[in-house]
Antibody, heavy 119, light 111 residues
Framework: EVQLVQSGAEVKKPGESLKISCEGS????????IGWVRQVPGKGLEWMGI????????RYSPSFQGQVTISADKSISTAYLQWRSLKASDTAIYYC????????????WGQGTLVTVSS | QSVLTQPPSASGTPGQTVTISCSGS????????VFWYQQQLPGTAPKLLI????QRPSGVPDRFSGSKSGTSASLAISGLRSEDEADYYC???????????FGGGTKLTVL
């Protein structure tokens, strides 16, 4: 069974750094892109970018380029989403998801990580 | 403002058929596949409902169907059931943005 398990909820202050994780199991982690999707409370889904764990190739949405870093460590089947300096506007639920063949097709999702940024 | 446009809400009574539209452009829907996701509760992970415009993953009831024409796509739900009450999102790759774009979501209420 394909599973993506994300790290737990975080509460941070503005300006702090953060790295959240997404561990895959039940499939060949290196052969599928992993995407990250943001959902601000009460709002819709926003695509942030993707990483290919096989070679760490990474693509970003123009809206998130330079704001976050997406990476993966294939040795432990884990993808990451990282911020150097959080803002209050980063408060959201962040989902990782496995991309199958086509851009936009995510067949398995993590449970989501709630990130709260507040002074 | 989302790149793909969906109505914010839709409703129907049990047994009815409801259709949710998704309007895009030549850089996304017209030449790329459309996907539909269901999010049953806020804060829970979305679920892939339709892929490649009109294909259902295994386990998705055939009450759900997708279609595409030009720069628009639609999700139809027939035989509406109370458990279909959820938020629905369309998505597609955008060739200009080089990114996946989502619709703003449609909240379906079963009356």
């Amino acid at each position: 069974e394909v599973q993506l398990v994300q790290s737990g909820a975080e509460v941070k202050k503005p300006g702090e750094s953060l790295k959240i994780s997404c561990e895959g199991s039940g499939y060949s982690f290196t052969n599928f892109w992993i995407g990250w999707v943001r959902q601000v409370p009460g709002k819709g889904l926003e695509w942030m970018g993707i990483v290919y764990p096989g070679d760490s190739d990474t693509r970003y949405s123009p809206s998130f380029q330079g704001q976050v870093t997406i990476s993966a460590d294939k040795s432990i089947s884990t993808a990451y989403l990282q911020w150097r300096s959080l803002k209050a506007s980063d408060t959201a639920i962040y989902y990782c998801a496995r991309q199958t063949d086509d851009g936009g097709e995510y067949d398995s999702w993590g449970q989501g990580t709630l990130v709260t940024v507040s002074s | 403002q989302s790149v793909l446009t969906q109505p914010p809400s839709a409703s129907g009574t049990p047994g009815q058929t409801v259709t949710i539209s998704c309007s895009g452009s030549t850089s996304n829907i017209e030449y790329n596949f459309v996907f539909w996701y269901q999010q049953q509760l806020p804060g829970t992970a979305p679920k892939l409902l339709i892929y490649r415009n009109d294909q259902r993953p295994s386990g998705v009831p055939d009450r759900f169907s997708g279609s595409k024409s030009g720069t628009s796509a639609s999700l139809a739900i027939s035989g509406l059931r109370s458990e279909d009450e959820a938020d629905y999102y369309c998505a597609a790759w955008d060739d200009n943005l080089n990114a996946v774009v989502f619709g703003g979501g449609t909240k379906l209420t079963v009356l």
